[in-house]
């Protein structure tokens, strides 16, 4: 697979960048007509020597940037070649940004210097104009040129989007975007997920009272701060009085929950959870009682058991009805039994799962990482555990379908694992917490992705001061503000993430300060897009909602004077 295919077109899609692919060795460039924004030369060596061809294409994007349209290429040589086509080649295990700011790298500090997992090596070339932005050892990775009304970027690499060697959600997602805004004609649009942050909680006990707190008085603490905590119980553990606080928390539409495991059972005097009284015999001689898979034993449960399991789950519901279950299920471990994919879905209305393996197999370094959109569709190989070596340590940013046994579910699952190792990790130490979760929230920011704070309250929350826990949150929501961020349920935020797969612009065009897009698919809720435009020597943005639609939708909007 090449990498227009591997690399490039997970990535157009993810930003909802409406594109034409042209193989102009099977059409010829005379065919290729129409007004376009923005040019992709997606292939290195794309037209190696001198021929009929590579004429035809330097005249055809002469002729295109001259008219204004903007060029982006992933061809060292295309459409400017360096001023020594070098035969040595330079590699590092880290890029370094130039100390000027512009619009491409804004949202890097001036000299960053950022690591790789691997080494990458390019060309040991040079530009005689144009600007280097990014470097790998004074060798230009990203370089910009501003040739009469066209504006050009030349990615000397793709290479870094393997996660081998870098990868999605590793850094430079933004840079990848903001260069394509950056050199299109404007206006110019993109059909991207407007800045929305969630939070999502796993094993979720309601400690509160080793605070002297209510059972659930963090979730409170970070509703000040805009957090809606997706929770993922671990449903025997939270006591009568925490049932209630839930309760309220649903209701007021201040968080979301559903089962994640049966709980963590007081097998030791040390263990001083609650546990309902009513609960399941022990299906394990340690550690937590699962619900959908038989973790201790790495295989899933008889059918029997899995069967009494999922039925004891609704048993608890009723006797704490009404009690809502979340449309989001996030499995223990993210391990699950096919067999159980009929019940959640039917009987609980799960649409949406959160796992990064296949059903039926355990959370194990030898366990295949889950192939799933947007970014992990092409067989790139690493696993699930958390063994680096095995790029278990890559982030995950999943969203996108799966099918398992003729049962489809929208699978959303969002871990920055690069940053600690696998989640936000909060402690008492509020100045670093702050920081691991800016870091993780703003990857995916500056990536136009779903961000979600990730953590665990049975292994961080619960050791948490309250105190600090607020500082905490009140630090990381004024460190967001630039961003104007839309804290969201997570229920909701899915909804529109999967409206956002769903749907995509065909077609736009400008005409009299109004911008006219047209959109195919279908969606159950609002969508976005984003209008970029010239204004006062920088590029301005609008997000401008879409209603639900059917089939096709056409939809006008005023973009003010040229």
Avoid at 206 to 220: D, I, K, M, Q, T
Avoid at 381 to 410: A, C, H, Q, W
Avoid at 507 to 515: D, G, V
Wanted: proline letters at 6%.
């Amino acid at each position: 697979m090449d990498q227009h295919e591997e690399l490039l077109v997970p990535y157009l899609e993810h930003f909802g960048i409406p594109y034409v692919a042209q193989d102009i060795n099977r059409s010829k460039l005379l065919e290729i007509t129409g007004e376009w924004s923005l040019i992709i030369i997606s292939h290195m060596k794309f037209l190696d020597g001198a021929n009929q061809e590579s004429e035809q294409l330097k005249a055809f994007l002469k002729k295109e940037i001259q008219s204004g349209t903007g060029v982006v290429s992933f061809d060292e040589a295309i459409p400017y070649k360096p001023k020594s086509m070098a035969n040595m080649s330079v590699g590092n295990d880290s890029v370094h940004f130039a100390n000027e700011k512009h619009y491409i790298t804004e949202w890097h500090k001036p000299g960053e210097k950022m690591r790789l997992f691997n080494a990458l090596n390019i060309a040991n070339n040079s530009y005689e104009s144009g600007k280097n932005l990014i470097n790998i050892t004074g060798a230009p990775l990203l370089a910009v040129f501003q040739k009469e009304a066209g504006k050009v970027v030349q990615w000397t690499s793709l290479g870094w989007a393997r996660p081998q060697i870098l990868g999605p959600w590793a850094g430079l997602d933004d840079c990848l975007w903001r260069s394509m805004v950056w050199a299109a004609k404007k206006p110019f649009v993109m059909q991207s997920l407007p800045p929305l942050v969630t939070m999502r909680v796993d094993d979720v006990a309601g400690r509160g009272h080793l605070w002297n707190e209510s059972a659930f008085y963090w979730v409170h603490i970070a509703n000040k701060y805009g957090f809606k905590p997706w929770m993922s119980l671990f449903i025997y553990n939270v006591t009568p009085d925490g049932i209630q606080e839930l309760r309220q928390i649903i209701k007021e539409g201040k968080g979301t929950a559903s089962p994640h495991a049966l709980g963590r059972p007081p097998r030791t005097a040390d263990i001083d959870f609650y546990y309902y009284p009513d609960a399941l015999e022990y299906r394990a001689k340690e550690y937590d009682e699962f619900i959908f898979y038989n973790h201790q034993e790495r295989k899933n449960f008889s059918d029997d058991i899995l069967q009494e399991n999922l039925e004891a789950v609704d048993k608890w519901y009723d006797a704490n009805a009404p009690l809502p279950i979340s449309n989001y299920l996030v499995p223990h471990h993210g391990e699950i039994a096919i067999k159980a994919l009929p019940h959640i879905k039917e009987k609980w209305g799960i649409e949406f799962l959160g796992i990064g393996l296949e059903p039926d197999l355990p959370w194990s370094d030898k366990t295949p990482w889950l192939q799933c959109g947007p970014f992990r569709v092409n067989g790139i190989k690493g696993t699930i555990g958390l063994n680096p070596d095995l790029m278990g340590d890559r982030p995950e940013y999943y969203n996108g379908f799966v099918n398992f046994s003729g049962y489809e579910f929208f699978n959303s699952r969002v871990v920055v694992r690069d940053v600690t190792g696998y989640e936000w990790e909060p402690d008492n130490d509020v100045g670093a917490t702050v920081d691991r979760a800016v870091e993780q929230l703003t990857r995916s920011l500056d990536g136009l992705g779903l961000a979600t704070l990730f953590t665990h309250e049975t292994d961080f929350i619960y050791l948490i001061k309250p105190k600090n826990w607020e500082e905490e949150l009140k630090k990381i929501n004024e460190a967001l503000a630039g961003y104007e961020p839309w804290y969201m349920l997570t229920d909701d935020a899915l909804r529109i993430v999967r409206a956002h797969t769903t749907s995509k612009i065909e077609n736009f065009k400008h005409e009299n300060n109004t911008i006219t897009v047209d959109f195919t698919g279908s969606t159950d809720v609002e969508t976005y897009f984003y209008i970029f435009q010239d204004e006062d020597n920088t590029i301005a943005h609008k997000i401008v909602a879409v209603p639900p639609f059917e089939g096709f939708f056409q939809l006008s909007s005023d973009i003010g004077p040229d």
